[in-house]
């Protein structure tokens, strides 16, 4: 944020140290990763610093092993299905709470997006208990099902947003005209809200991929994600490999949430809410 030039020497002053505060917040935040990051380039299974010399060995455990590549297939796999489901899902419940005449918005949009206030560990309980009984335990389709109702919400608010300022008349000229109600969707409303769709879409990914307590109660050892391995790891040995492993989903996190902040500029540009 630049200061304007028609600012007192007291507001500038403000100002400044504003940033000045950020910089520190942004700086307490980030200290942590910056610290641990290098330690992956170490050629010694030690987090020590000074480091004696670099190596990529870890990186070529992380990439080359078994273990490590079959969770991160069953992440990726895992966080591609729910990613999917939720998004289709999570759609269709930001279509309909879009409605002017919807009953029970309020109590209905607050139960769509629980899941995001009550703490994760209570979920997971609720969903061991109730997975029990149908046997979707230590199944594939119990975790996709249970990281779905994780990650849906971020596809209603994400989508509901872009519906704010979505015009509906639209939607009834195309039906005017005799389009169906598919072709209306595919043709007009999903052009429309497709970065709200799509950034909803990467935060699903990104809510499965992190995902660890529900993992650890519900998946076995067939359905072992790569935050679950990294969480064993730590109990069992400490190894250079789990930061190999932090640092690269790190760096897709970076990747993903850089692709969501030009999909809101985008979005913000296409309803001109931003010029440039």
């Not at 069953?74 to 966080?79: D, L, M, R």
């Not at 591609?80 to 489901?85: E, K």
């Not at 209306?184 to 409303?189: E, H, L, P, Y």
């Not at 429309?192 to 307590?213: K, N, R």
């Amino acid at each position: 944020m630049r200061a304007s030039a028609y600012v007192s020497p007291i507001e500038k002053g403000w100002c400044y140290l504003h940033r000045l505060i950020c910089g520190a917040v942004l700086l307490f935040l980030i200290a942590p990763i910056l610290a641990i990051v290098p330690l992956s380039f170490n050629s010694v299974p030690f987090f020590t610093y000074p480091m004696p010399s670099l190596s990529l060995r870890w990186y070529q455990e992380f990439f080359f092993t078994n273990r490590w590549q079959g969770a991160l297939l069953n992440s990726i796999f895992i966080a591609i299905s729910v990613t999917l489901l939720s998004s289709v899902l999570g759609t269709l419940a930001a279509l309909g709470l879009s409605r002017n005449n919807f009953p029970w918005r309020t109590a209905i949009t607050g139960l769509l997006i629980a899941p995001m206030v009550v703490p994760v560990v209570i979920t997971a309980v609720g969903v061991y208990f109730f997975f029990a009984n149908v046997g979707l335990l230590n199944t594939y389709i119990g975790l996709v099902l249970a990281h779905t109702t994780l990650a849906t919400p971020f596809v209603v608010i994400t989508v509901t947003a872009t519906m704010k300022g979505f015009d509906h008349s639209i939607v009834r000229a195309a039906s005017s005209l005799g389009a169906p109600p598919i072709t209306a969707f595919f043709k007009i409303t999903l052009p429309l809200i497709m970065p709200g769709f799509i950034s909803g879409a990467l935060f699903a990914f990104l809510t499965s991929f992190d995902e660890v307590v529900v993992a650890l109660f519900i998946a076995g050892p067939e359905q072992r994600t790569l935050p679950r391995v990294m969480f064993s790891g730590m109990r069992e040995e400490i190894s250079p490999t789990i930061i190999a492993a932090a640092t690269v989903l790190i760096l897709f996190s970076i990747g993903m949430l850089t692709a969501v902040e030009l999909l809101r500029r985008r979005s913000e540009r296409l309803r001109g809410i931003r010029n440039t």
